[in-house]
């Protein structure tokens, strides 16, 4: 059924390339460019590198259009757009998540998407609440592409050879679980948490948030409170027991996981296509890797997790933009929409796609959006110094864990840190 909505939406699009309803300037030159150029990072993730070159392979065959991609690991996106923005190189299309948005947003070089799709378009392909988040400054600079939350992210067969056949839902089970695991079979990881890079700053926002503290107050000021140590404290007990283990990041616990090797770690709904590049079957996957809501400190306590978005944005400078709002249109569509997220687990969100039943039946979906409906955004989203931030907090942390510092020493570090870095960037030294 996917694979026909595919095909249908491509017969579609090709008819409206042919007869120019995917463009408002009828214009030879605009329709038909040299190439778009589409910039991001999933394009270049293992588990999701095939479906990328298939989505520009396909859209080529019905528009005429040569897509490029262009393509960095997320942590170095932002940066790597920007230099490229700086330099005058084409960029026609970009992906982003929330914090990248942010960033590049503040730079003024994003086009306004009402105006080059129409209000008509927007409102009656997508949600209120999913064009919210793409607006800055009151204007959309940004298209929703799929949304969920990054959630912990488990394999049942290993819990069920370690003896649990449901799920820890306190930090009291979790640790027992996790030491259950490690007796049953010491070359599994227990938990593969990020202890480097900047998703290591992310994966302890969440951890922060169970144990009652959080990075920030309400009112912008640095919290980092006594429970914050405590989370601390019990990264430490982890690494001791020998449940995590340092140099562990996205893609290191992405490998693990699919490889069997590894029983938790964070993630979003694209490890899906980590797990099915490794060889399971898509109908398979819940088998080996489902989501589920976070250990809560005490019963009764509200899971934590993070909201998790991706979207699309098309810049100012572009002499494509009617080409690249065409490409933009042909990634949301159903069919493409649909097909990307049997491969790869994305949630479609437009209105049509989400409410199929495809979407509303996948089993592997439902435990991720179990924990999106408690979630909550990166504490830094909407920072412009977002990765200063989180390599501040990943370093001491680092140094926590490495012994090099106490868990007191390390949060008051962070927050000391981090104080000094805003006030320095308001002073604009």
């Not at 948005?101 to 105006?115: M, Q, S, V």
């Not at 979003?268 to 898509?282: I, L, Y």
């Amino acid at each position: 059924m996917k694979r026909a909505l595919a095909v249908a939406f491509c017969i579609l699009f090709a008819g409206s390339m042919v007869f120019g309803g995917g463009s408002k300037d009828n214009n030879a030159a605009e329709q038909t460019p040299a190439q778009l150029v589409w910039a991001g990072w999933s394009g270049n993730e293992e588990s999701s590198r095939d479906i990328f070159t298939k989505m520009r392979a396909q859209f080529e065959s019905v528009s005429g259009i040569p897509v490029s991609w262009v393509g960095w690991t997320w942590a170095e996106t932002a940066q790597q757009l920007l230099i490229r923005l700086q330099g005058g190189e084409q960029l026609d299309i970009a992906q982003v998540d929330i914090g990248i948005f942010n960033t590049i947003a503040n730079t003024g070089t994003l086009a306004d998407l009402t105006e080059i799709f129409g209000k008509d378009y927007l409102n009656s392909t997508f949600e209120q609440s999913s064009l919210d988040v793409g607006k800055f400054e009151g204007k959309q600079l940004a298209l929703p592409w799929s949304m969920a939350s990054i959630s912990l992210v488990y394999n049942p067969e290993i819990l069920k050879k370690a003896g649990w056949n449901t799920v820890p839902v306190t930090v009291a089970e979790f640790e027992q679980c996790l030491a259950d695991i490690k007796a049953m079979d010491s070359s599994i990881v227990p938990y593969g948490v990020s202890t480097k890079s900047a998703t290591a700053a992310g994966d302890l926002m969440p951890w922060l948030w169970t144990f009652g503290s959080s990075v920030f107050n309400a009112d912008g000021s640095v919290n980092l409170d006594a429970k914050a140590v405590e989370t601390v404290k019990w990264y430490q007990k982890l690494l001791a027991f020998g449940y995590i283990k340092m140099d562990i990041g996205r893609g290191e616990a992405r490998q693990l996981f699919a490889q069997g090797k590894m029983a938790f770690y964070d993630d979003a709904v694209v490890v899906k296509g980590q797990v099915v590049s490794s060889g399971v079957s898509p109908e398979e996957v819940v088998n080996v890797c489902s989501a589920m809501p976070r250990p809560v400190l005490n019963a009764g306590d509200q899971p934590q997790s993070t909201m998790w978005r991706h979207m699309l944005v098309i810049f100012n400078a572009s002499k494509n933009k009617d080409s690249a709002a065409d490409f933009a249109k042909y990634l949301v569509s159903d069919g493409i929409a649909l097909e990307y997220f049997e491969k790869n687990g994305m949630p479609p969100v437009t209105k049509s796609a989400a409410a199929s039943d495809v979407v509303k039946n996948d089993s592997y979906l439902n435990g991720f959006l179990e924990s999106t409906v408690t979630a909550k955004l990166d504490e830094t989203a909407w920072m412009t110094n977002a990765n200063e931030i989180k390599s501040i907090i990943t370093e001491e942390l680092q140094a926590a864990l490495v012994g090099q510092k106490t868990a007191e020493n390390a949060v008051a570090a962070m927050k000391s840190r981090i104080n000094s870095y805003n006030i320095m960037q308001v002073q604009g030294v």
